[in-house]
């Protein structure tokens, strides 16, 4: 947990009893030690500009300035993902950084052509959303038979297929180190070791330099586990809380504990990423998506999905797209004109906000019907119609301003313009600003768009 | 062996208990209420508080088909009865929902505008379909919603009805007929916490009890902005528990509508194959929107579909469960 400026200040020179003789020495190129405490706190200053300061005081405070939940990283062939390092209980304090990556279960009961199959159905699944490619991050490979042979064979399948990113679920510390030996070139997250495994698992991720998961069902026998392994050196860990954690209920309320004591008590112990495997507690394939979906939101780094369907997957992709985007800037495209399907003279023209929601929800249907068109986006600093329309952004005032001020109707021959039916209310006076325009309200949704460019324009 | 302190919150505040319906006993005719809000801690924190009222699920019905408009898979899951009041009500029943949304139109079957006596109509055939606790929502057109609220307001009297949405620019009529009848009101506004404690002040300010409001913070769909009204639902949750007391309304919200507009819940064909197949996609977009809401603070979602209804009433069962 950070410390404050005077914390800082009583491990400096200055601020030690008794002082040290080169207290307040200037050195660091601030006037006093205080001063200096003062910008470590601010992070505008770097503890190595202090040449007097205490070892014992240099461990404290690097400790301090170790992030609440340390950060994770998976790479394989140049992919990488990185979990961990949020700071935050809920997005709108600031802001979720690492999206929970979302992986697929692989169990090493497949063949090896199912399993080459299913790596790169996932590897190859990709889907736009506003303008953003979503995909998933990687695969868990999972020990179901409990045998060596078997487990290296499946983990070489998925290598020979993909270049993804990869979980290695055993806890039994001979199939696991079969597993790891098939790794070369990926950095994998190994799962789990265990109060009966730790040692011979710790030795494994200390030769593979690899962050190890750690299992147990209570906050105390997580805690007990990661010190014995950070006492054993290894430190990069992750958090894999079971038995009644699994389901909804009890996933909620741990992991909320677990973020809780990381990032409100500085409790090192558990502060590390977390990984779900929803498909244990919720054996329907509808149930484990609506756990994975509270998992993404409250609050795994790593969430196991048991099966990969796209109409599954797609919903859960954006609800993490959406929970992960930074709320204090909204996502917007550059207010003007947009030309779609090669618009003529003649082509309508329709007028929408700069949110990218709105944006591309208009600009796709338009685009889909293959009709021509003339999108004006007017700057309503980011936000959606009817929101921009309650905050006095998208008036009678601005959307005459957008019209005239990108020249359309130099590109046209008419003088209409289809505003959102959602603020139909701005006609009248929408009329007065542009003389000289037919000011034409549109559906409310961008979904009846195609139908009434069809019909009523 | 470390010692751990299971980080517990004090809270101070707690959100308003509302009662939906009444019985014979309280001068109604429905066969039991359905109580929301009361929560002293964030949604499902056993460890924190004692479980308070279960969210509740409001199937929509309509007396006006929506066959033509609404997608294949919430038609398809209906069938018949989305052109039969009586049938949808006893459908709804059946698909678990806790009350009943009547959704007022602004045509009918004929395509005619509806009006106070139609409107009327309508709530009297669901009153006397189901012993549910009933919503009616108007059309957001504030001229045809006070005609056809103050009407529904005196057939229902004394049913203990929600009435809304009662908005910033549009709020006296509904608020006075409610009043009149006993009834309660949703006080809707365009996701902003701010707006929305004005919103409840005002409708207070004119003598209705907080006990009789619900608010409505206004939610966009998955994908379509929901996390604007996920985070404002979590800060009127926070304010709500920290003591504001004017943010102590148990919260409606209507991922149903939302969900079935966007085109990922619409679209058939033409669409990514990425996508998935429609109607499973579709009914994931309105699960996942109304899941989402429910874990952020909501206590009342009106939804459409029955699989979905399904889920989330599992969903819930399990939450509440610890």
């Known amino acids: 947990m950070a410390l404050s400026g005077l914390e800082i200040y009583k491990l400096l020179p200055g601020g030690i009893k008794p002082p040290h003789p080169k207290a307040n020495c200037k050195e660091c190129g601030f006037p006093t030690c205080l001063a200096f405490a003062m910008k470590l706190a601010a992070k505008q200053a770097e503890l190595s500009a202090c040449k007097y300061v205490s070892d014992e005081a240099k461990a404290k405070l690097s400790a301090a300035a170790a992030p609440p939940i340390r950060l994770i990283t998976l790479s394989a062939d140049g992919r990488k993902i990185e979990v961990g390092n949020e700071t935050v209980l809920f997005r709108h304090e600031k802001t979720f950084y690492h999206p929970a990556a979302l992986m697929v279960r692989v169990p090493d009961t497949l063949s090896a052509g199912e399993i080459a199959t299913l790596a790169r159905t996932v590897a190859d699944y990709k889907v736009d959303y506003v303008g953003m490619a979503l995909r998933l991050d990687g695969l868990a490979v999972e020990s179901v038979a409990g045998e060596p042979t078997r487990f290296a064979e499946a983990v070489a399948a998925v290598r020979a297929a993909v270049t993804l990113p990869l979980v290695l679920v055993s806890e039994d510390p001979q199939v696991m180190a079969a597993g790891l030996a098939q790794t070369a070139g990926v950095k994998p997250l190994i799962c789990a070791a265990t109060a009966g495994n730790w040692e011979a698992m710790a030795k494994l991720a200390k030769e593979a330099r690899a962050p190890l998961a750690v299992r147990a069902d209570s906050l105390a026998g997580l805690a007990e586990l990661t010190e014995k392994l950070t006492a054993a050196g290894v430190e990069d860990l992750v958090l894999d809380p079971a038995g009644a954690a699994r389901g909804f209920a009890g996933s909620l309320q741990m992991l909320t504990q677990l973020r809780r004591l990381a990032l409100k008590k500085g409790f090192r112990p558990l502060g590390y990423p977390i990984i779900t495997f929803p498909y244990l507690a919720a054996a329907e394939p509808d149930m484990e998506m609506l756990l994975a979906g509270q998992q993404v939101a409250k609050y795994a780094g790593f969430v196991v999905l048991g099966h990969f369907d796209p109409a599954d997957v797609y919903p859960l992709l954006v609800l993490r797209a959406n929970l992960f985007t930074d709320p204090q800037k909204p996502i917007q495209v550059e207010p003007g004109v947009y030309p779609i399907n090669k618009p003529g003279p003649d082509a309508p023209v329709m007028v929408t906000t700069n949110f990218s929601i709105t944006y591309f929800a208009v600009a796709n249907e338009v685009e889909s019907s293959g009709l021509p068109g003339w999108l004006l986006v007017a700057d309503a600093e980011g936000m959606s119609v009817l929101t921009a329309w309650a905050a006095g952004k998208f008036d009678a005032e601005k959307i005459a301003k957008t019209v005239k001020g990108t020249g359309i109707a130099e590109k046209v021959n008419h003088r209409k313009v289809v505003i959102p039916g959602h603020v139909a209310v701005l006609m009248g006076e929408l009329e007065e600003e542009l003389p000289g325009w037919q000011i034409k309200v549109g559906p409310r949704e961008a979904v009846d768009l195609p139908r009434y460019l069809k019909t009523a324009w | ?322």
């Not at chain 2, 009834?183 to 365009?190: D, E, G, M, N």
């Not at chain 2, 916490?193 to 300010?205: A, E, R, Y």
């Open chain 2, 1 to 322: 062996m470390p010692v751990i302190e299971v980080p517990v919150e004090k809270w101070s505040g707690t959100v308003r208990s509302v009662t939906l319906g009444a019985t014979a006993a309280e001068g109604g005719t429905r066969s039991h209420v359905v109580v929301v809000g009361g929560e002293r801690t964030l949604p499902f924190l056993a460890f924190e508080a004692k479980p308070a009222n279960r969210p509740c699920i409001a199937v929509e019905v309509r007396a006006t088909n929506p066959a033509e408009e609404w997608a294949a898979p919430l038609v398809n899951a209906w069938g018949a009865a989305l052109g039969d009041l009586v049938a949808w009500v006893k459908a709804a029943e059946a698909a678990g929902t806790d009350v009943i949304a009547l959704q007022l139109t602004t045509t009918d079957n004929a395509g005619q505008r509806m009006n106070a006596a139609k409107a009327r109509a309508a709530v009297r055939t669901v009153l006397n379909s189901t012993g549910l606790p009933v919503i009616v929502l108007g059309t957001g057109q504030a001229e045809l919603d006070n005609e056809m609220q103050v009407a529904v307001a005196e057939e229902g009297a004394g049913e203990r009805l929600v009435l809304g949405p009662c908005e910033e620019k549009n709020y006296r009529t509904i608020v006075a007929a409610a009043m009149a009848n006993g009834h309660l009101v949703t006080a809707k506004t365009p996701m902003d916490v701010n707006l929305s404690k004005q919103l409840t002040v005002l409708i207070h300010d004119m003598g209705m009890p907080l006990e009789r409001i619900i608010t409505d913070p206004t939610t966009g769909a998955l994908g379509y902005g929901m996390e604007y009204g996920y985070s404002v639902m979590e800060r009127l949750r926070l304010a709500a528990l920290q003591g504001d007391n004017m943010t102590q309304q148990p919260m409606i919200v209507t991922p149903g509508e939302e969900a079935w507009r966007a085109k990922e819940a619409r679209a058939g064909e033409g669409v990514p194959a990425a996508w998935g197949d429609w109607a499973r996609r579709a009914v994931n977009w309105e699960t996942m929107t109304a899941a989402a809401l429910i874990e952020s603070g909501a206590d009342i979602v009106v939804m459409r579909h029955p699989e979905a209804v399904a889920r989330v009433k599992k969903m819930i069962a399990e939450l509440m469960a610890a």
